[in-house]
């Protein structure tokens, strides 16, 4: 598979609108590839906390309207990054949306472990509850958000769920650059999958990202990495070396904590 993760800054002059057609430019560039992947909530930056009601849209909303005529016109598979969502019968979401070639809306994920403790996201948002996979012609990939990354039992749940391909959206701050890196490649080799991790560029809201987008093999080699700042990483992934790892080195057949066991009670 080819995977293309587009790392793109939030420039604070620049208005939603226009990066909106920006990033659909950047989307339709890369056709030819098989999957591509943006960040989290890059329509307004993923710090801009006083940003996310005022910005906020509903799930078929401009962004969407966007971005599935972006994959559409590419023919790849788009993992859009995350929205701030609008639920009309409830609280904001950040929401991830996946569209197929065809520019369908094949999933969409609430990110479950907001950040921000007692402020920012954690408070402004609603959590989702829902784990997400999207069955490709190649991969079944497992969906999370930024945050999410440092639950390592989320990851177990898509693996349970049949997922070969991990693919987290971030907007990472730059002084945690290390365990972006870290966890990146430890969810890889804990669940013996790919991991395309996909951050941002530049500054949010006065907070510098980390950059530094990554693809993880299933035995936590790195094949690619990006920079810090804007920049397209491209990677070639085989798929079947996920199940071929999971057969020469079966340490999942040997889960002992969180799997139902015959005959124990």
Not at 30 to 56: H, N, S
Not at 98 to 124: N, T
Not at 192 to 204: D, F, I, K, N
Request: aromatic share 8%; charged share 25%; proline share 6%.
């Amino acid at each position: 598979m080819r995977a293309s993760l587009i790392q793109i800054g939030v420039d604070e002059g620049e208005s939603v609108e226009s990066r909106r057609q920006r990033v659909a430019s950047l989307v339709r560039d890369e056709a030819g590839a098989d999957l591509v992947v943006l960040p989290e909530l890059w329509t307004t930056g993923a710090f801009a906390y006083e940003q996310f009601a005022t910005e906020a849209e509903p799930l078929d909303g401009p962004t969407y309207d966007a971005m599935a005529k972006a994959a559409s016109d590419a023919g790849v598979w788009l993992h859009a990054g995350s929205i701030p969502e609008r639920d009309p019968e409830g609280p904001l979401y950040n929401t991830s949306l996946v569209f197929s070639p065809a520019g369908e809306l094949a999933a969409a994920y609430r990110k479950i472990h907001r950040f921000g403790f007692d402020k920012g996201e954690a408070v402004l948002m609603g959590a989702g509850a829902e784990l997400v996979t999207v069955t490709l012609p190649e991969t079944t990939v497992g969906v999370a958000t930024c945050y999410d990354l440092r639950f390592p039992e989320l990851f177990r749940g898509l693996v349970d769920a049949g997922a070969e391909t991990l693919v987290i959206s971030a907007g990472w701050p730059e002084r945690r650059r290390a365990h972006w890196t870290l966890l990146a490649q430890a969810r890889a080799v804990e669940n013996q999958a790919y991991v395309l991790a996909c951050g941002t560029a530049g500054t949010h809201a006065g907070v510098p990202q980390a950059g530094h987008s990554i693809v993880v093999d299933p035995w936590g080699e790195v094949l690619g990495e990006a920079g810090s700042g804007e920049e397209v990483l491209r990677v070639e992934f085989e798929p079947l070396r996920v199940g071929e790892t999971r057969e020469q080195f079966p340490a999942l057949k040997d889960r002992v904590l969180g799997v139902a066991v015959p005959g124990r009670r």
